[in-house]
């Protein structure tokens, strides 16, 4: 119950294309659900994150989708660029234990 | 201001050695946690330390492994009689004590077991 699905595990899109990346949780009581980037050799950084009160939130060409019922939310990339070429990691946690769980990533690969 | 600090980047070890890796945390950060990230995997929790608070050791994949946190700062990983599987990157990442504070996350020590 403490798993988060994530998929696919690579995307290959062209440059200007839509990335899609989703997950699914099974945990109720999850209440956060941010979205982390990673380069190679680097740790992980925060790129957006939504409470599960809203059903999206979109910081410039990036978007979160929230499906509260059907437990499952998505990361869309619009006008994907090669600089967007990263593993992106979906996670979730609740306010009772603030341990971020996180999905197994999926590498994108943007080519111009 | 500085990031989260690990140490050392990389580290070669044979089969059987003790390793310990290092976590300077943001200052003030009253958070921190372990993960670890094996080769095409997602990241694995290892274990938390909030404040003062009795660490969630709950993520810790044998007894071989173990963790403390000095004086609330600097957090050191120890992996004893070190196996294979063992080999991933181990990452560190330090929050504010706040609800959903994000986590700044270290560039990680590649650990190799030969």
């Known amino acids: 119950q403490q798993q988060v699905k994530q998929s696919p595990q690579s995307l290959i899109v062209q440059k200007g294309g839509i990335s899609i990346i989703n997950c699914a949780y099974e945990n109720t009581a999850f209440d956060y659900f941010p979205w982390y980037q990673q380069f190679p050799g680097k740790g992980p950084a925060l790129l957006i994150a939504i409470r599960p009160d809203v059903s999206e939130k979109k910081e410039g060409r990036f978007t979160i989708s929230f499906n509260k019922s059907a437990k499952q939310f998505s990361l869309h990339i619009m006008d994907s660029q090669p600089g967007d070429s990263a593993t992106y990691f979906c996670a979730a946690s609740s306010h009772n234990t603030d341990k971020l769980i996180f999905g197994t990533g999926t590498r994108l690969q943007v080519f111009p | 201001g500085a990031g989260v600090s690990q140490s050392p980047s990389n580290k070669v070890t044979e089969k059987g050695k003790d390793v310990e890796l290092r976590c300077d945390p943001i200052s003030g950060h009253t958070a921190l946690y372990w993960y670890r990230q094996s080769l095409g995997q997602g990241l694995e929790f290892l274990i938390y330390?909030?404040?003062?608070?009795?660490?969630?050791k709950s993520g810790l994949p044998s007894d071989r492994f173990s963790a403390e946190r000095t004086g609330g700062s600097v957090s050191t990983l120890t992996i004893q009689r070190t196996q294979q599987e063992d080999s991933a990157v181990y990452l560190c990442a330090s929050t504010l004590n706040r609800a959903n504070s994000p986590l700044h996350f270290g560039n990680g020590t590649r650990l190799t077991v030969t």
């Open positions: 330390f909030q404040g003062n608070s009795a660490p969630d």
